[in-house]
C-alpha cells in the first residue's frame, strides 16, 4: 500500500498568478525515503503542505485533484484528522510549539490522542534520547536556541510514530555534527519502523546519499525522479544549481558525479586524481580572491593610529543567567568597516546571542559593544518583520530587487504565502532599509535558511557590496567560503578559533565545504571549481613529470 497518493494535483495560493502545484501525479510506498528538492519557489513546500492537509484547509486557495495519505482523502479529512498518521515538521519551529516546556510540547499530541500516561512517558524518553534532546526536557521552549526547537518540534512529530513523516528542511538551523546526526536519525527511523519520510532540503551534500529516492520540483511540476544517482546526471545536464559541490567537483574533471564524500573520493582515487599527502603546498590552490574590488575598511574612516576604525566591538562580554548557564564568556571582537565576517559554532554555542548584543537586544553582564552607527539585524525568523498584507507595503520594488525579488511577481502577494526562502529575502530587504539611514554593521543569524544555491550565491554577492561591516551567523560552510574572509569560532560562549576563512574551513570535518572533506584539506581548497582547476593542474604537471 502506498501512503501518499497524488493524483492531477493543481493548487493555487488566494491571489498568486500561477499554480504552485501543477498537475502533480505521485506516488509514495511505505518505508520510502524520498527527497524532495529545487530552487526557491518551486513548489517544495507546498507538496509537502498537501501531503499533511494544510494545503487546502488552512491554506486557502484553489485546488483540484486528489490527495490520498494512509488511505485518507485531504479532501474530507483536515490536518487534525490526518495528525495521527502523519507527523510534520515545517521550516519554522517556533509557530508550532504550543506548550511551555520540552517534555510538554512532546507529550502534547500523544495526550491528545488518549495514550495512557506509561506509554507516553515511554515515548517521550525514547524520542529525546534518539535527538540528543534529553537535556532539554524540563527547559521552557522560549528558552531554546533555533536549532534546539527545530530538534524539539521534530520530537513531537516522531513521538506517535506516525505512518508518514514530512519535513521541510529539517537541519536548515542544526550545526554540522547536528545535521548529519538528524539525517542518520531519519535513516534509522525509516528502517527500524518502516516509516515513509518525505522532506526538502537545499544543503543536498548533507543528505543526498541517504535518501532512497530524489524527486526535483520546477514550476510546480515534478521534473526529476530517481535514485541519487540519477538525480545528479539530470542535475549535470538540467538543472546546475542543484548540483551538490562534489559533483560538480567530478563533473568538472570529467567523472561521472556520485554523492557522497566516501563514493565521490573513490572516483577520484579511481583515476589517479586523489592528492596522496592530506596538504599540498600553498601554491597547489588557487589563492584567495579579494571581493567587492577592495580590501575591507580601505579608504574609510581611521582612528588615530591610522588603522580603519571599527564598525562594531566586542569589548570583554560575558552573557551570565542569574540562575543558569553562562551563555557568552569574555568575548573580544572587532569587525572593520567592508569587513565580512562568519559565526560558526554548534547550536547553543553563544552566537546568536552575540548577534543580539551587537544590536542592542541583549545587555551585557560585562564588558561592553561598540559601534558608530546603526547595527541592522536579521533574526532567524523572518515572519518576526512581516506586519503588512502586501509585500509592496512592506519594502519597496528596489529594495525587492535587490535582495533578488521581481516587484510584478511579488509586490502584490501576501508575505506569509512566500516561501520560506523568499520570506528570508523579504526580511532581509526590510533590515537593510532603503538607504536613507545605512547601517555600520550588519548582523545576519542564518540568513540561508529556505535559500537555494543561486540565491545563497546572489546573497553573497550582495554582502561583498556592501560598505558595513557583516556579521553572520551561520552553519553553512558552503555560503561562508562565498563572502567571507574570516571565521570566528564559537565552543560554550567563548571564541576558540578566529582566522582567515581559508585556514579554518580547510582542514576539517564538520566546520568544513564538503570539496574540503573530499580532498581531507589539501591545497586549503574550499570550493568545487578550485579544487577541480587544482587537481587538473595537479594532474598535468604529474605527467609531465612522467614523461
Known amino acids: 500500500m502506498s501512503v501518499l497518493e497524488l493524483d492531477a494535483v493543481t493548487y493555487s495560493y488566494p491571489g498568486a498568478p500561477a499554480p504552485a502545484l501543477d498537475g502533480v501525479t505521485l506516488e509514495i510506498p511505505d518505508g520510502q525515503l524520498v527527497l524532495v528538492t529545487g530552487t526557491s519557489g518551486s513548489g517544495k513546500s507546498t507538496l509537502l503542505r498537501t501531503a499533511s492537509g494544510l494545503v487546502p484547509h488552512f491554506h486557502g486557495g484553489t485546488f483540484a485533484g486528489t490527495a490520498m495519505v494512509a488511505g485518507l482523502d485531504t479532501r474530507d479529512h483536515g490536518p487534525g484528522e490526518l495528525s495521527t498518521v502523519v507527523g510534520t515538521l515545517f521550516q519554522d519551529p517556533e509557530t508550532q510549539t504550543v506548550m511551555t516546556t520540552v517534555r510538554a510540547e512532546i ?5 491528545n490522542r488518549g495514550e495512557p500516561p506509561a ?41 506517535g510514530r506516525p505512518e508518514l513523516v514530512v519535513l521541510d528542511e529539517p537541519t536548515s538551523q542544526l550545526d554540522p555534527v547536528a545535521g548529519d546526526e538528524l539525517i542518520g536519525l531519519l535513516r534509522r527511523w525509516n528502517e527500524d519502523f518502516d516509516t515513509a519520510i518525505l522532506f526538502s532540503e537545499h544543503r543536498l551534500e548533507r543528505c543526498l546519499a541517504a535518501a532512497d529516492r530524489v524527486i526535483a520540483m520546477r514550476d510546480g511540476r515534478i521534473a526529476c525522479d530517481g535514485t541519487p544517482d540519477e538525480f545528479l546526471a539530470w542535475a549535470g545536464r538540467a538543472a546546475s544549481a542543484l548540483q551538490t559541490p562534489g559533483a560538480k567537483l567530478l ?8 554523492p557522497g564524500v566516501k563514493r565521490a573520493r573513490a572516483a577520484l582515487r579511481e583515476r589517479g586524481l586523489l592528492p596522496t599527502a592530506q596538504r599540498g603546498p600553498e601554491s597547489d590552490a588557487p589563492r584567495p580572491r579579494r571581493r567587492g574590488g577592495r580590501l575591507a575598511g580601505l579608504g574609510r574612516r581611521r582612528d588615530r593610529d591610522g588603522h580603519a576604525a571599527a564598525a562594531l566591538e566586542f569589548r570583554g562580554v560575558w552573557h551570565e543567567l542569574r540562575s543558569g548557564p ?13 569587513e565580512r565576517v562568519a559565526l560558526m559554532g554548534r547550536n547553543g554555542a553563544g552566537k546568536s546571542t552575540l548577534l543580539r548584543h551587537a544590536a542592542g537586544l541583549a545587555e551585557a553582564t560585562r564588558g561592553a559593544v561598540r559601534h558608530p552607527g546603526r547595527v541592522a539585524l536579521l533574526l532567524q525568523n523572518p515572519n518576526d518583520y512581516l506586519v503588512h498584507e502586501r509585500v509592496s507595503q512592506e519594502a519597496s520594488d528596489e529594495q525587492l530587487r535587490r535582495v533578488g525579488l ?24 526590510i533590515v537593510l532599509g532603503d538607504g536613507s539611514d545605512p547601517a555600520a554593521a550588519v548582523c545576519l543569524d542564518e540568513p540561508t535558511r529556505g535559500m537555494d544555491r543561486e540565491r545563497k550565491a546572489q546573497l553573497a554577492r550582495l554582502l561583498c557590496d556592501l560598505d558595513a561591516a557583516v556579521l553572520v551567523a551561520t552553519h553553512d560552510p558552503e555560503f561562508v567560503a562565498a563572502f567571507a574572509e574570516r571565521v570566528v569560532l564559537l565552543a560554550d560562549g567563548a571564541v576558540i578559533a578566529d582566522g582567515p576563512t581559508r585556514e579554518v574551513l580547510s582542514g576539517g570535518s564538520y566546520f568544513a565545504t564538503e570539496t574540503a572533506r573530499i580532498l581531507s584539506g589539501w591545497g586549503g581548497v ?11 593542474g595537479l594532474h598535468a604537471r604529474a605527467r609531465g613529470v612522467v614523461a
Open 326 to 338: 553562562v551563555i557568552l564568556r569574555d568575548v573580544s571582537l572587532q569587525l572593520r568597516a567592508g
Open 526 to 536: 574550499l570550493t568545487a571549481s578550485e579544487g577541480a582547476a587544482a587537481l587538473a
Open 119 to 159: 506509554a507516553v512517558a515511554r515515548a517521550v524518553e525514547e524520542v529525546s534520547l534518539a535527538l540528543g534532546i534529553a537535556h532539554l526536557l524540563d527547559r521552557a521552549t522560549d528558552e531554546l536556541s533555533g536549532g534546539e526547537l527545530q530538534r524539539v518540534a521534530l520530537g513531537a512529530a516522531l513521538a
Open 406 to 429: 521581481d516587484p510584478p511577481a511579488f509586490a502584490s502577494r501576501h508575505p506569509r504565502e512566500l516561501s520560506g526562502g523568499e520570506r528570508q529575502r523579504l526580511a532581509l530587504a
Open 107 to 111: 507529550s502534547f499530541g500523544l495526550e
Open 251 to 258: 563533473g568538472d574533471l570529467g567523472i561521472t558525479p556520485v
